[in-house]
Each structure stands twice: as C-alpha cells, then as structure tokens.
C-alpha cells in the first residue's frame, strides 16, 4: 500500500502551505486559539488562528506565541467584524506567513496590505465570479466553502461549487470546505482537482479544542439536519447566515432581527451599527456556549458534517485517521484503473 506522500495529488497543496498533509482546521472564533493551531500543526496539518472580534492586543499576544513556537500557521481575519481593520494592521505588522479573509470580501486594497507585509492571501469564494475578482484582487489561493459549513455561510452547496469555481480555475490552489468528515471524502475531493481541504467541526470535537465539555457532547449528539442556517428576514437589514444547531440562542437571534428592523424602520439606528449588533450577538453568544457550555442560548456553530462526527478524539489522531483512510481509498481506486 502506498503512503500518501507519494500520491501527486497532495504536493500542491503541501507545497502552498509548508505542511506535512494540506489539511487546514478553519478558523473557529472562540475555539481556534494558539493552542489548538498548535496541535494542528504539531500533526502535519495547518492550523488557522481565529481572529474573531478580540481586541487588537489580545491577537497580537496570540500571534506572538505562535511565533515563538516556529511553528507553520495562518490567521483567519473576518471581514466584517468592528475590529477588522485593527486585526488587518496587527498582522501586517507582525508579519504572519498567511492571513485567510472571511466572514464576506475583502477589498484590493486589504488583500494588498496583506501580501505588501509579506503574507500570502487566501480568500473564499462563493461563485464564479466572486472567484474572479479574489484572483484579480490578488489572493494566491482560494477556498471554498458550501452551505454545508458552520459559521458563516454563503447560499450555495459544495457540490455546486466544485462544479462552478474548482473545474473553471485550474490556475490557482483551491481548497474546499463545507461537510467534509472523512478521509474517502478528502480523497476524491484531491481526485476532482482540489489542492487541499479545510475542515472545522470535525476539529472543535478534539481533545485540544477548548470548547465546553458540553458543547463537544451536544456535537457528539448531533444529527445533520439539526444544524441549521439562519434566515434574513428582510434586505434591509442584510445579515449573513449562520449555520448552527437550532437551541433558544437561535430564536432568540430572531427577535433581535425583528427589534433591529424595527429601529431601522424609525431611523434609531443606521444600517452599519445594526449590522454590528448583530455581529456581537452571535461573538457573545458563540462565546457562552464555547467557554461557559451554555448550550441552551449560546451559539453552536456548526457543519452538517455534525452528524458524521460521534468521537472526541486528539487532533493527531483525528488527522491520523484521516490520513489513513484517504490512503486506503486513493490505493482502492488505483487498483481500479489499472
């Protein structure tokens, strides 16, 4: 049985990154802490710092540790949280060796400040076109993640994507996400073209995580269809959806839509500081149900891949497992086309 180091379709994705296997653990605010792209790391994978909403000088201390250790990692900063812009300038600053722009689009000019420090941009991409302008803007790499992701989303499904961006942009890495779980998945995904994966819930279920005892075991639980994507409830107030599992929290996001709009509608607040609040709603409540296990009105973000993960395992035998069986699969089909 061959080793999967010696499949060509993994060198890509190895060689962009600077890592053992071109497996990235999404950044999850809250949960993707030093520590954890540590771990990521330490077993071959990349392990991506979640920006979120801290405070500039926390996600500096953060960056700094990782450097320290010379370790190979990223920092994930999303686009449309109030500390953005402080985040932007922390890692052109320090330098980091790749930054991942999420949440929604960023600007020429952020992906520019970005590479002008020195880091490779990585961007998401959610149709064709999008992909485009990322490209023109840039981004040395892409990723794409279908609704099936936890967190925030886009409306369009993996499969879809694959089709749309992954076969029309052979040029440039691309790296898929959205209901991945499992090693003969990676494996085909590698086949179709991809450069790489990034996966999150299957990593907020480790052992290094340091999510709640209560949070990982409402995960454990789970079923696919329980995470669900949160509506928007009117154009005026775009907000963009969140996958998560359905709890009191997620009602509860409802009513504050509905308080929003209804103080849109009186012009008591504008449209940017609605869309603020409700960004700190879900960073508080995500924050609840991740550090506190308030698994009732926090936030469980959350893949549809939910249902495909039952264990708590180390991240080293998560990406083990992984590992081992998209080399099972990948020597499966070999011998099929022989």
Request: net charge neutral; glycine share 10%.
């Amino acid at each position: 049985m061959k080793s999967l180091k010696e499949f060509k379709y993994w060198i890509r994705g190895r060689e962009f990154l600077g890592v053992e296997y071109p497996i990235i653990c999404g950044a999850m605010t809250w949960i993707s802490d030093s520590k954890l792209v540590k771990a990521v790391s330490d077993a071959g994978g990349l392990g991506v710092l979640a920006g979120g909403n801290m405070p500039g000088e926390f996600l500096a201390q953060e960056i700094k540790t990782l450097k320290d250790q010379k370790i190979n990692y990223a920092v994930n900063l999303i686009t449309i949280a109030p500390n953005y812009r402080e985040h932007l300038k922390v890692v052109s600053r320090l330098e980091v060796p790749m930054v991942f722009f999420a949440g929604s689009f960023p600007r020429k000019e952020e992906v520019k400040a970005a590479k002008d420090s020195g880091a490779r941009a990585i961007c998401f991409a959610s149709t064709d076109s999008i992909a485009g302008r990322m490209i023109d803007y840039g981004a040395d790499a892409l990723v794409l993640e279908g609704s099936e992701a936890g967190g925030h989303i886009g409306h369009v499904s993996t499969m879809v994507l694959i089709q749309q961006v992954l076969f029309a942009f052979p040029g440039i890495p691309i790296f898929v996400a959205g209901g991945i779980a499992t090693g003969k998945m990676i494996a085909h995904l590698f086949l179709m073209g991809a450069a790489g994966v990034q996966m999150g819930t299957i990593f907020a279920m480790a052992e290094e995580s340091p999510a709640h005892p209560n949070f990982k075991e409402r995960f454990k639980k789970a079923r696919a269809r329980e995470a669900f994507a949160t509506p928007q409830y009117d154009s005026t107030l775009p907000v963009v959806a969140v996958r998560a599992l359905k709890n009191k929290g997620t009602d509860e996001f409802g009513k504050l839509q509905l308080t929003l709009l209804e103080k849109l509608g009186k012009n008591e607040i504008s449209r940017v500081d609605a869309q603020y609040k409700v960004e700190e709603y879900w960073s508080g409540a995500l924050r609840r149900a991740v550090q506190d296990g308030d698994i009732e009105y926090g936030s469980l973000m959350a893949g549809q891949s939910v249902g495909l993960v039952n264990e708590i395992k180390s991240v080293k035998q998560i990406i083990h497992d992984l590992v081992a069986d998209a080399e099972k699969e990948f020597n499966y089909v070999q011998e099929l086309t022989i």
